[in-house]
């Protein structure tokens, strides 16, 4: 029996190593300039890439118990439809991880640029848009639920105040990841993307450092969201209990 508290900060916990480990090892290589790539950019080599699948994978598969914890246990009455969708997204959050894991933003020998975006960036990018979109709307579900919550606590407004943070950081977000697109994909004066060997910039331009600031930003209100549950956690036991069946 433990407490649903270390579970939560397990989650997370792993989360933070598989992510930070990486980042850290890849800004000391001196690879970027300025230092503040996409968190897949830093998992783009190896062994950091074995680092980052290694923390993640366990911790997706315990963020999925949490948050059938957190919906089994933190009902408010008449909100159903939004706490389903909490649920929902919330696991679609840490699957995505695990989606993230199995096709990462690598750094190919493939023949050419549209050989990479057809194969890499395309099915990577389907897992961090399904990460990012997941969070922005499990916060705002989590700010919806409890906006008009009868017994209001410090950390029910603390999960409404999230919203005010991740709703414009995805906002920015789009439009700084769709101008950074066409950067990155036209900026070859006309070439056919088949006729040029990519090699992914390392000197990172504005565009980048927005872009990167809005998704950081979006997975650490994800993060500090799900901490707002710690002191219901901390009240709360878990307990796995085998049951052997017998003829």
Known sequence: MAKCSYLLLLTLGLQ???????????????????PL????????FSPECGIFSFFLV???????????IIHKTSKVEGKEFVENASLFFGLLYFMSWVFLCASPFTFTDLPNKYEWVLTVLSVHMT???????SSVFFVLSQAIKYWNCMEIYDYHKGRCKMSYIIVPAAFIG??????????????????SMKDIIYILPTKLSMKYIVTAICEWTITLTMWFTL?????????????????????
């Open 58 to 68: 366990p911790g997706s598969f315990f963020g999925i118990a949490l948050c059938c």
């Open 174 to 191: 789009i439009f700084s990841l769709i101008a950074l697109g066409f950067e990155e994909l036209t900026s070859e004066e006309g070439q």
């Open 227 to 247: 901490l707002t549950y710690y002191r219901k956690m901390e009240k709360m036991n878990l307990k796995i209990q085998i049951k052997r069946k017998t003829t």
């Open 37 to 44: 790539p996409f968190i897949s950019q830093t998992v783009g």
């Open 16 to 34: 933070a190593l598989g992510i930070l480990i990486p980042y850290v090892k890849v800004l000391q290589k001196n690879i970027f300039s300025p």
């Open 127 to 133: 897992g961090a848009m399904l990460m990012l979109a």
